[in-house]
């Protein structure tokens, strides 16, 4: 209904409750959904609201969804909710508020006064924004980690995202007339969201002043708790890395991999490709394999051989000096050396950002990619510097038995419940989330006269000393370091189970998974059967759930392509055995494919995606000196503009390298 016509009165029958545990003050447990419209204006960039529409669910009942046009009719909303509503905090759930708040800014804090805290992902990304009469705006999308839509349909809220039902492309005037429609659009939007939340809410047990802010925060809590059953505090103290260990640690960790191979850059092609993955490769790491768990301590005089002699009783991180390195097979197609983690490069020869041949590298590197490097390189000379080294241990009992767990959870809610098997999924997922957390992370300050960001530093030594005492602090930062080694390292083992005699070929690899042709299957077989003998020698059985079991670790097959083409990383395309033409090409959505008019031949170089059939945005912040009235009306402050853009499809050089000289001039010590 329209906001005119809602008894706000109602909200005050809505008891408030006191915080518990540590937690001071007290809340309303109505949770509230907003959102707003937007709509371009005839000429200029600035934006405005055209709708908003706000949802109050209590006690496992909708109370109402109500909707208005301007900025002004939502702000007297959040004033008679402030008002009738008991309790100081309220908590107002935006799914991406990142965009909403743009809009609505001037306007809160002309009526609300600043905001007394906020924290921000980085520029332009708030999570929460609090105000000091108690109203605690909060992104909902980050908790998700997916949009609206998809959120409603996992979760199978009794409201679902109206789609289609609102033309994004039509021009309205703040005195616009909804039609039923878009009434059914803007309401259902709010009134999904506040049944998720409250399915989250009841999944996890939570009360709503104690909802995670992030996805990741759903399993931090229950792993905090469990760490402080088992004295994790102390051990953390232990071993943690000290403040110029942490520099190193920052150069030796690195991301997944991904990259193509050079040799098949734009071709099509038409022999079964098969991908396999990895049933949940990083949480398999952490509990496979041995890692770090002594403070490291320095030595001298060693080198390769000697590292990788002792590589399965110590961890090391350390610099490695190579003269003249080149891979042993010219034609290798996956190369591991990262020229962007080099310290100093000089004259490499790249393969889209991965190193062929150079004259001389530095780069600081953990034992377990050491392995990898020396299958893989040939060099005239070698220097190991700035060795540490650390005793190898499998991570605490309590951490790998909560790891577990959550495998387990995931498995037995596979096809059950939808509320359920998102949240195991995504706490599995985060456990590896919480080991390559940053430690210290800068302050990102939104200046609210302008709008613009100020970074505040907090990378040094003194806030690491507050970081090493808290007692939250239980995961080492090296634990996350040696998970991606790990993860790289079965990536190749992997790799080598194409069948090369037969001319199998390695196509493409994106972190987990791996595309190519020719698999041998029987060594697909035996490195599953190790990854299982691994979990064995832990004390971990497979799980198994009726009459199928689980590996973790295991690859499996995912998909099978007819047709194949890459364009590098994060840039290819593929028929399934359904004839169907998929994309994944980064900054374009998945219904992109529809410009290639079912030809995969016309994924090339130079391949114009059209912004208007994949709904790729460009982003343009106005950021205004004062709120203003333009001639149809309506009430303008800040805005987004959001404007169809083209995505160019490019690629690395089509020879598939190029030669760069490049002496970098800085150096680690």
């Given at each position: 209904?329209?906001?005119?016509?809602?008894?706000?009165?109602?909200?005050?029958?809505?008891?408030?409750?006191?915080?518990?545990?540590?937690?001071?003050?007290?809340?309303?447990?109505?949770?509230?959904?907003?959102?707003?419209?937007?709509?371009?204006?005839?000429?200029?960039?600035?934006?405005?609201?055209c709708?908003?529409?706000?949802?109050?669910?209590?006690?496992?009942?909708?109370?109402?969804?109500?909707?208005?046009?301007?900025?002004?009719?939502?702000?007297?909303?959040?004033?008679?909710?402030?008002?009738?509503?008991?309790?100081h905090?309220?908590?107002?759930?935006?799914?991406?508020?990142?965009?909403?708040?743009?809009?609505?800014?001037?306007?809160?804090?002309?009526?609300?006064g600043?905001?007394?805290?906020?924290?921000?992902?980085?520029?332009?990304?708030?999570?929460?924004?609090?105000?000091?009469?108690?109203?605690?705006?909060?992104?909902?999308?980050?908790?998700?980690?997916?949009?609206?839509?998809?959120?409603?349909?996992?979760?199978?809220?009794?409201?679902?995202?109206?789609?289609?039902?609102?033309?994004?492309?039509?021009?309205?005037?703040?005195?616009?007339?909804?039609?039923?429609?878009?009434?059914?659009?803007?309401?259902?939007?709010?009134?999904?969201?506040?049944?998720?939340?409250?399915?989250?809410?009841?999944?996890?047990?939570?009360?709503?002043?104690?909802?995670p802010?992030?996805?990741?925060?759903?399993?931090?809590?229950?792993?905090?708790?469990?760490?402080?059953?088992?004295?994790?505090?102390?051990?953390?103290?232990?071993?943690?890395?000290?403040?110029?260990?942490?520099?190193?640690?920052?150069?030796?960790?690195h991301?997944?991999?991904?990259?193509?191979?050079?040799?098949?850059?734009?071709?099509?092609?038409?022999?079964?490709v098969?991908?396999?993955?990895?049933?949940?490769?990083?949480?398999?790491c952490?509990?496979?394999?041995?890692?770090?768990?002594?403070?490291?301590?320095?030595?001298?005089?060693?080198?390769?051989?000697?590292?990788?002699?002792?590589?399965?009783?110590?961890?090391?991180?350390?610099?490695?000096?190579?003269?003249?390195?080149?891979?042993?097979?010219?034609?290798?197609?996956?190369?591991?050396?990262?020229?962007?983690?080099?310290?100093?490069a000089i004259?490499?020869?790249?393969?889209?950002?991965?190193?062929?041949s150079?004259?001389?590298?530095?780069?600081?590197?953990?034992?377990?990619?050491?392995?990898?490097?020396?299958?893989?390189?040939?060099?005239?000379?070698?220097?190991?510097?700035?060795?540490?080294?650390?005793?190898?241990?499998?991570?605490?009992?309590?951490?790998?038995?909560?790891?577990?767990?959550?495998?387990?959870?995931?498995?037995?809610?596979?096809?059950?419940?939808?509320?359920?098997?998102?949240?195991?999924?995504?706490?599995?997922?985060?456990?590896?989330?919480?080991?390559?957390?940053?430690?210290?992370?800068?302050?990102?300050?939104?200046?609210?006269?302008?709008?613009e960001?100020?970074?505040?530093?907090?990378?040094?030594?003194?806030n690491?000393?507050?970081?090493?005492?808290?007692?939250?602090s239980?995961?080492?930062?090296?634990?996350?370091?040696?998970?991606?080694?790990?993860?790289?390292?079965?990536?190749?083992?992997?790799?080598?189970?194409?069948?090369?005699?037969?001319?199998?070929e390695?196509?493409?690899?994106?972190?987990?998974?791996?595309?190519?042709?020719?698999?041998?299957?029987?060594?697909?077989?035996?490195?599953?059967?190790n990854?299982?003998?691994?979990?064995?020698?832990?004390?971990?059985?497979?799980?198994?759930?009726?009459?199928?079991?689980?590996?973790?670790?295991?690859?499996?097959?995912?998909?099978?392509?007819?047709?194949?083409?890459?364009?590098?990383?994060?840039?290819?395309?593929?028929?399934?055995?359904?004839?169907?033409?998929?994309?994944?090409?980064?900054?374009?959505?998945?219904?992109?494919?529809?410009?290639?008019?079912?030809?995969?031949?016309?994924?090339?170089?130079?391949?114009?995606?059209?912004?208007?059939?994949?709904?790729?945005?460009?982003?343009?912040?106005?950021?205004?000196?004062?709120?203003?009235?333009?001639?149809?009306?309506?009430?303008?402050?800040?805005?987004?503009?959001?404007?169809?853009?083209?995505?160019?499809?490019?690629?690395?050089?089509?020879?598939?390298?190029?030669?760069?000289?490049?002496?970098m001039?800085?150096?680690?010590?």
């Amino acid at each position: 209904m329209h906001y005119s016509l809602f008894d706000f009165k109602q909200l005050g029958l809505i008891r408030s409750y006191k915080k518990q545990g540590f937690k001071k003050g007290d809340y309303s447990p109505c949770i509230i959904a907003a959102d707003t419209e937007t709509s371009k204006k005839v000429t200029g960039s600035d934006n405005h609201i055209c709708a908003f529409s706000i949802a109050f669910r209590y006690d496992n009942k909708n109370i109402g969804s109500i909707y208005g046009n301007n900025p002004n009719e939502f702000i007297d909303c959040i004033r008679n909710i402030r008002t009738y509503l008991k309790g100081h905090d309220i908590y107002i759930f935006f799914h991406n508020l990142a965009y909403d708040w743009v809009f609505i800014r001037k306007f809160m804090i002309n009526a609300f006064g600043e905001p007394v805290k906020q924290l921000n992902t980085k520029p332009h990304y708030p999570i929460y924004i609090e105000f000091e009469n108690g109203i605690m705006l909060k992104d909902s999308l980050i908790l998700s980690a997916c949009n609206l839509d998809k959120w409603g349909e996992d979760l199978d809220v009794e409201h679902k995202k109206a789609v289609d039902k609102w033309d994004y492309s039509a021009i309205r005037n703040q005195d616009y007339q909804f039609t039923e429609d878009e009434i059914l659009y803007i309401q259902n939007d709010v009134l999904c969201l506040v049944e998720c939340i409250e399915k989250v809410l009841n999944t996890l047990n939570k009360y709503l002043f104690a909802l995670p802010y992030t996805n990741t925060g759903i399993v931090r809590g229950e792993c905090k708790s469990i760490g402080k059953k088992n004295d994790a505090h102390r051990f953390f103290k232990k071993i943690a890395p000290t403040f110029e260990q942490l520099d190193k640690l920052m150069y030796l960790f690195h991301g997944g991999y991904t990259h193509g191979n050079r040799a098949y850059y734009g071709r099509i092609i038409t022999s079964l490709v098969e991908c396999y993955d990895f049933a949940s490769s990083y949480p398999f790491c952490m509990i496979a394999y041995k890692f770090p768990m002594t403070a490291f301590s320095k030595i001298d005089d060693m080198g390769i051989s000697d590292i990788l002699k002792l590589k399965d009783k110590y961890a090391f991180m350390f610099k490695l000096i190579l003269i003249k390195p080149r891979l042993k097979n010219p034609d290798y197609p996956m190369p591991v050396l990262q020229f962007s983690k080099c310290l100093k490069a000089i004259n490499p020869v790249l393969d889209n950002g991965r190193i062929l041949s150079a004259d001389y590298i530095e780069i600081m590197i953990t034992e377990v990619d050491l392995e990898i490097i020396e299958n893989q390189y040939i060099y005239d000379a070698h220097i190991c510097t700035n060795i540490e080294y650390a005793i190898k241990k499998y991570l605490p009992r309590w951490f790998t038995d909560f790891v577990y767990s959550l495998y387990i959870d995931k498995c037995k809610l596979k096809n059950g419940d939808p509320v359920l098997y998102a949240i195991a999924k995504s706490k599995l997922n985060s456990c590896y989330g919480m080991c390559v957390q940053k430690p210290l992370k800068d302050d990102i300050v939104e200046v609210y006269g302008t709008g613009e960001f100020d970074i505040e530093g907090k990378y040094n030594e003194e806030n690491y000393q507050k970081y090493l005492n808290k007692q939250s602090s239980i995961l080492p930062y090296q634990w996350g370091v040696w998970v991606t080694a790990y993860a790289l390292k079965n990536l190749y083992i992997l790799g080598d189970c194409i069948d090369y005699k037969r001319g199998g070929e390695w196509l493409y690899s994106d972190t987990d998974s791996i595309y190519g042709y020719l698999w041998d299957k029987k060594k697909v077989s035996k490195y599953n059967d190790n990854c299982l003998k691994m979990l064995q020698d832990n004390g971990y059985n497979p799980v198994k759930i009726k009459n199928k079991i689980f590996v973790l670790g295991a690859a499996t097959l995912d998909k099978q392509c007819k047709e194949f083409i890459y364009h590098g990383a994060k840039r290819y395309a593929y028929r399934d055995m359904d004839n169907d033409l998929h994309i994944t090409v980064a900054g374009v959505p998945k219904k992109g494919v529809e410009c290639l008019h079912d030809n995969i031949g016309n994924f090339i170089k130079g391949f114009c995606f059209d912004g208007i059939i994949t709904g790729k945005l460009q982003v343009e912040y106005n950021f205004i000196d004062d709120i203003y009235i333009d001639i149809n009306g309506n009430i303008t402050g800040d805005s987004i503009n959001l404007s169809p853009c083209d995505y160019i499809l490019d690629s690395e050089d089509p020879a598939g390298f190029y030669q760069e000289s490049i002496p970098m001039s800085y150096d680690y010590e």
